[in-house]
């Protein structure tokens, strides 16, 4: 199994700014991902975060608003780009190991509780 | 596309109560299925998973779920329910050739003492 942190757990920004979120993983993983969960909804997947490459995006989501480095196999970061209040949202950090058969099981960070105001 | 579709957005229960809670998916190719819970103030964690074999998956805490192929259905099973499985569970199916997965809306579970 992995084990995921996240930076910050929550922050309440102003709009306009923007914000970035940290995701380390104790084990290197080959594949990462980023949700936002808004409150009593399901997880949606904003994009996956590819070691060496750029971040393979969801439709509905851009680059621009959510650009996302992926330095090494145990870390990523996603930024919020020119908040706007509808961007308040959970937004959830994944990993998985794929190079192992069998082991699509993803690993969920905390989360980080994210308010625009 | 690929959808996940959970039957029931809250179920109520009092404890020893049997519980089953529905998922069916939209995807004829290959799958792996999985059960996520998250308890109040935690995160998600893996409940059971479903990659190939015996149909019937068993996982931690008692819980249970039968993958019936025909049905695209992988509903999750408890025979018997405790306070403390109160939590929000997601059923969510990992497409083998897209290489991500897609989540059901969940199910809030409330466990009356």
């Known amino acids: 199994s992995a084990v995921i942190s996240q930076k910050p757990s929550r922050d309440i920004c102003q709009r306009g700014t923007s914000l970035t979120i940290q995701c380390q993983v104790d084990s290197q993983v080959t594949m990462m991902f980023w949700y936002r969960q808004q409150p009593g909804q399901s997880l949606t997947l904003i994009a996956t975060a590819n070691q060496g490459s750029e971040a393979t995006y969801e439709s509905g989501f851009v680059i621009d608003k959510f650009p996302i480095s992926r330095p090494n196999l145990t870390f990523s970061t996603l930024t919020v780009s020119n908040m706007s209040p509808e961007d308040s949202s959970i937004y959830l950090c994944?990993?998985?190991?794929?190079?192992?058969?069998?082991?699509?099981?993803?690993?969920f960070g905390p989360g980080t509780r994210l308010t625009v105001l | 596309a690929q959808s996940v579709s959970q039957h029931n957005h809250h179920v109520i229960l009092s404890e020893a109560a049997s519980l089953e809670l529905g998922c069916n998916y939209s995807y004829g190719g290959t799958v792996n299925l999985f059960w996520y819970v998250q308890y109040p103030g935690q995160h998600l964690q893996l409940l059971l998973k479903?990659?190939?074999?015996?149909?019937l998956v068993k996982g931690i805490k008692g819980f249970e779920a039968e993958f019936i192929k025909s049905k695209f259905s992988f509903n999750l099973r408890k025979p018997s329910v405790q306070w403390s499985d109160t939590a929000e569970y997601f059923c969510?199916?990992?497409?083998?050739?897209?290489?991500?997965?897609?989540f059901g809306d969940g199910t809030t579970l409330t466990v009356k003492p």
């Open positions: 969510a199916v990992y497409n083998t050739n897209a290489g991500k997965s897609t």
């Open positions: 479903y990659f190939s074999g015996d149909p």
């Open positions: 994944s990993a998985q190991d794929a190079s192992r058969a069998g082991t699509d099981t993803q690993y």
